[in-house]
């Protein structure tokens, strides 16, 4: 079992790390020639308005088409203050991996567009308040055990080994976090955990109004995320009957907060704190499920009035 999670753990660094030393180095690179500062003073406007540099697009975009590693991997090569990476993981825990997992939404019978404009718009909106709301996080980010640069690479050949050096510092950490993580997922699964796991929230789910069987789902979901988690998903939706309002109220819960071990944990590299960062996932989550299932609620009882009168 050990074993099992210690090849999947160095199997997912891996894979993390073929994304996050090109990025990186990429990244580095286009920082020193003219493409990245002309990208950057035509996209600042639109970034001022969430308190957000012009090159922090590229971050939202590398995390939104690609993968949450991609977007950390854009972040490591960037001056940030801690406000700054803060208010780009609060985004990027909202709205990332979109293509993939906005294709898992479809296979469980959730409509794409409507699971894109919840994420997107939670990205948005959390950034602007965040910015507008906290003042403070102004000091620079210290990315862990990422050196900070002495000075100031004259020669491309220097420019390339500093984005060399920031990659494999950037994959070593995350790797300390990323393979002791995949362990205890796998004795999660090997174990059954999972089932005891959705038993304890079949009462925080019957809160938000979603019936027991879909608490498989929810926990599924929690743990390994939209993308990991789909075949667990997929087989509790057709296995358990999960009806559409319980399958629309589950994923709406999981958009805004699934995966929150791991894609909280993958931010503690960026000096950033992740306790605010997992509650405002949460509450988020709760608020919207809450607010949903209430209007759900009175169209169901709203119908059922009417269709009493007409007979």
């Known amino acids: 079992m050990f074993q099992r999670g210690l090849f999947v753990g160095l199997k997912t660094t891996w894979t993390l790390g073929k994304v996050i030393f090109p990025i990186t180095v990429i990244v580095t690179l286009l920082q020193y020639s003219p493409v990245l500062p002309w990208v950057t003073n035509m996209l600042t406007p639109i970034m001022r ?12 975009v590398l995390g939104n088409f690609l993968n949450l590693y991609a977007g950390i991997g854009a972040m490591l090569t960037m001056d940030l203050t801690v406000k700054e990476v803060f208010i780009l993981a609060v985004m990027l825990s ?22 894109v404009v919840v994420r997107v718009g939670l990205a948005f909106s959390a950034a ?4 507008v709301l906290w003042d403070g996080g102004q000091q620079m980010a210290k990315y862990g055990l990422v050196p900070q640069a002495s000075t100031t690479p004259n020669t491309w050949g ?26 205890a997922i796998q004795v999660l699964k090997e174990l059954k955990w999972l089932d005891t796991f959705s038993k304890w929230l079949s009462p925080f789910a019957r809160l938000l109004g979603i019936r027991e069987n879909a608490s498989l789902t929810m926990a599924a979901g929690l743990l390994f995320g939209l993308a990991y988690g789909a075949g667990v998903m997929i087989q509790a939706v057709k296995e358990d009957g999960v009806s559409k309002k319980d399958l629309t109220l589950t994923f709406l819960f999981l ?5 929150v071990v791991e894609d909280t944990l993958l931010f503690v590299p960026l000096g950033i704190p992740v306790w605010p960062l997992l509650i405002i996932r949460l509450v988020t989550a709760i608020l919207l499920t809450a607010t949903l299932s209430f209007i759900w609620n ?3 009882h709203r119908k059922r009035k009417e269709a009493t009168y007409e007979y």
């Open 158 to 183: 220097e420019i390339a080994w500093t984005g060399i050096e920031k990659a494999l510092y950037g994959i070593g950490q995350l790797a300390l976090i990323i393979i002791p993580l995949m362990i």
């Open 128 to 131: 602007w308040l965040i910015h």
């Open 298 to 300: 009175r169209m169901e």
């Open 49 to 60: 308005w969430i308190g957000l540099p012009g090159d922090a697009a590229l971050v939202l």
């Open 255 to 259: 958009v805004a907060c699934h995966a």
């Open 94 to 115: 909202f709205s990332h991996n979109m293509l993939v997992e906005s294709a898992v939404a479809a296979q469980v019978g959730v409509r794409v567009w409507w699971t």
